[in-house]
């Protein structure tokens, strides 16, 4: 059985940190090719004590507003003393926080995995992936399941010369070990192996 027909099997069922741990993958590469596969977890999954999920929906049942709950400063007027006590720290008609950019502006952003992208604003509270706008500038519409990816790795480089359009399913690919040979894939599975193992000693002492 490949990689793919285990995830396909056992995805909806497992957590996906445990399955990445035994197929050493990242957690990433597990979700993105579940994603490709259209696989979610499972209803009995999310409500077993396994997800965890369960837990916390229970355990904050006590902390939410019941239907219809009426707030407790429902049709209360602010007090002209706590008025002037705060209204030096209230924004003012027209004013812009201090980070504030112009519509066209391009920055970095971090993503979680530390990588950096460039985002362009298109207007307040509307910013796109500076390479998508490029993409889409010179080709159009990105189609579905599809994502652009820079040709040599640097997320900086927006030029259309060093943008590629491929699917998800092949970016999976390419971003896993399945791009590398059978004898390679072996040795990186038990690298990681040999890692969860030694990473399992030290928590124990």
């Not at 509270?125 to 993409?135: C, L, M, N, Q, R």
């Amino acid at each position: 059985m490949n990689i793919n027909e285990i995830i396909r099997e056992r995805f909806p069922k497992e957590r996906t940190q445990d399955l990445a741990n035994e197929l050493g993958l990242t957690y990433s590469q597990v979700a993105n090719r579940a994603f490709t596969m259209g696989l979610k977890k499972s209803q009995e999954f999310k409500m077993s004590d396994k997800s965890g999920r369960h837990n916390l929906i229970e355990g904050g049942k006590d902390f939410r507003f019941t239907k219809g709950h009426t707030p407790a400063n429902k049709g209360k007027k602010m007090s002209p003393e706590l008025y002037e006590k705060v209204k030096h720290s209230m924004f003012k008609k027209g004013s812009r926080p201090q980070n504030w950019k112009p519509d066209g502006s391009i920055v970095e952003r971090v993503d979680t995995t530390g990588k950096v992208y460039l985002y362009y604003k298109i207007k307040d509270s509307y910013w796109i992936a500076y390479h998508h706008k490029v993409w889409r500038d010179h080709h159009g519409a990105i189609p579905p399941k599809h994502v652009v990816t820079f040709k040599d790795g640097n997320s900086r480089n927006c030029d259309i010369s060093n943008l590629e359009l491929m699917t998800m399913c092949d970016n999976a690919k390419r971003n896993s070990i399945q791009r590398f040979p059978q004898e390679i894939q072996q040795v990186i599975k038990l690298k990681a192996k040999l890692k969860r193992k030694i990473n399992g000693k030290k928590q124990n002492k």
